[in-house]
């Protein structure tokens, strides 16, 4: 490797590993603020937050990588560029392409690993993060006391406590409703003062009570009445201990093989097996359509003959036998026609439902491709557009970037929505944007090769006189 390759490639890491932290994070808080009032307030721990987050970030490792590359090349080039580097390297005779070539190859490869990692370990990312992510929104949120409020997160209790005392533990004037037990309210217990804390690593609460009552409904018991003739009996303590099971705020982990028929938990093969099985299934349906709807047309013959229980039927009583069949034909046809009518509208949204689901598989394994090629892509558009404006740092850079990243991902977005519906093959609209910007790419790689001054005032200033001048 000689040392101009050392040098371009040294310029080149830096930034794309710098870049690629930030648009990592950017993007992964972007998509975790989706979930954020799912996971506020459930006591998950920073163990569960650090599995989810690691989980998350595989997930968005292909889409941060193109915009990573696109804003670290024209840093790179940028920078050689505003210093004079590149200036320097080519008046030695150097072009253009050869100063590119040891960072082609090098996103060339990132390219080729991006595919593979998209396809072996994002969907198996994907898979122990969505089946975390359903556990987590199963579990409940930790306990939360609120003064003079009643607090029903407990199975078969609703607890009130006016006053909690500053140590966290000590209560004051505590209402519990027990119906742990079945019934509505049938046991309430008032107490004086208590004392709440866990035990055996949080998977008890205990409740110490202190100088208060209990009171028992029991008219749903066989109508026992005490001495007084009341359905309910009281029974005072200065001293009692409730033990409540926490088991209901444990976070339940699901057998992870429940989630794996979802299309982003598949690799290319799995996707394409499914995706053939669905089209097979479509145009199976599609065919045996005139069988299944062939039921509904039946043919018969009116009852129009002149005679009837061996009478002879003439003027207007044939007249009235034949109305009388007429408005039975019309009757059933028009019952034929609406059951023909439902039987097909249903029979078509199961068909169109198998389409746009084959269509939404295929679309994942062309994903994989297009997200990989997405990389080459802004590297050719990111470095020949950095050595022309020949701007380093974060500014220009990240403007420019921004701008062909949303470009890129508004043009993914509708051709996605496209193939999913129908309106175009899902090759054809998954490719669309790289096939729309990577002729961008090699118009700027030809415009810096030659030394243009594309983006600069001047040269938009003498092509606007230059047209004026051929207009007379």
Do not use: C
Not at 50 to 70: C, D, H, K, T
Not at 178 to 202: C, P
Not at 405 to 416: D, Q, R, S, T
Request: hydrophobic share 45%; glycine share 8%.
């Amino acid at each position: 490797m000689k040392k101009l390759d050392k040098l371009i490639l040294r310029s080149f890491i830096g930034p794309f590993i710098l870049t690629f932290a930030v648009v990592e994070f950017i993007l992964l808080t972007q998509y975790m603020l989706k979930y954020l009032d799912e996971l506020v307030g459930k006591d998950l721990g920073a163990e569960v937050f650090g599995e989810l987050l690691f989980y998350f970030s595989l997930n968005m490792a292909p889409v941060a990588m193109p915009l990573a590359v696109l804003l670290s090349s024209l840093m790179t080039f940028g920078t050689l560029g505003e210093h004079h580097e590149l200036t320097a390297i080519k008046t030695s005779g150097i072009a253009l392409p050869r100063i590119l070539r040891p960072v082609f190859f090098l996103v060339v490869g990132l390219s080729v690993g991006a595919f593979f990692f998209n396809n072996t370990i994002v969907p198996k990312a994907n898979l122990k993060a969505y089946s975390l992510l359903w556990d987590i929104r199963q579990k409940k949120p930790t306990m939360n006391f609120k003064e003079g409020a009643f607090y029903n997160g407990l199975p078969g209790y609703s607890i009130k406590i006016n006053k909690k005392l500053a140590d966290g533990k000590s209560l004051q004037d505590v209402m519990i409703y027990d119906h742990s037990q079945g019934g509505s309210n049938t046991k309430v217990i008032l107490a004086d003062s208590g004392r709440m804390y866990t035990k055996y690593n949080d998977t008890y609460l205990i409740l110490e009570l202190f100088d208060g009552n209990m009171y028992v409904d029991q008219g749903n018991a066989g109508n026992i009445r005490n001495n007084n003739g009341d359905q309910f009996t009281r029974q005072k303590f200065d001293e009692s201990k409730i033990v409540l099971s926490l088991a209901s705020f444990n976070l339940d982990r699901t057998r992870e093989e429940l989630f794996s028929d979802n299309k982003m938990m598949k690799d290319i093969s799995q996707l394409t097996q499914v995706t053939d099985s669905l089209r097979r299934y479509s145009n199976k349906e599609q065919k045996l359509y005139a069988p299944n709807v062939d039921p509904f047309y039946m043919y018969f013959k009116a009852d129009t003959g002149q005679v009837k229980n061996g009478l002879r039927l003439t003027g207007k009583k044939v007249e009235k036998k034949l109305r009388e069949p007429k408005a039975d034909v019309i009757t059933i046809a028009i019952n034929k026609a609406r059951n023909v009518k439902s039987f097909t509208a249903s029979y078509l949204e199961r068909i169109n439902t198998t389409i746009r689901d084959a269509n939404n598989y295929e679309i994942e394994i062309w994903r994989k491709y297009t997200q990989s090629a997405a990389i080459l892509i802004m590297f050719l558009i990111g470095a020949p557009l950095g050595a022309i404006i020949k701007k380093g740092g974060l500014g220009v850079p990240v403007l420019i970037s921004i701008i062909f990243f949303i470009l890129m991902y508004v043009m993914a977005i509708l051709g996605e929505k496209w193939a999913r519906e129908g309106l175009v093959s899902v090759g054809a609209g998954m490719w669309g944007a790289n096939l729309i910007l990577l002729p961008i790419g090699l118009f700027f790689l030809y415009q810096a090769r030659n030394d243009s001054s594309l983006l600069e005032i001047d040269f938009w200033r003498k092509l606007m006189t230059r047209l004026r001048r051929n207009k007379i």
